[in-house]
């Protein structure tokens, strides 16, 4: 993690400082996870309206199909 940075072994190491970036690097990914939430709820959205759409226009399909065929017939 770029914030908290390497810990090298048997090197001295500051906790505080550690901690610190640790608690930087969780902010990041907390805001970073938010964004990923409201990107998938606007997708749904979408992906509902598309499907509702679909829907729609396979109604209209087939009633100018029935209607072909009813031209067809007579």
Known sequence: LPAVG?????AP???SEKMGGMLNELEHAHIYIEELHSRNAALAAEVAAERAQNARQAAQIAALAARLDALETN
């Open 6 to 10: 390497p810990t090298l072994p048997g």
């Open 13 to 15: 190491m500051n906790v």
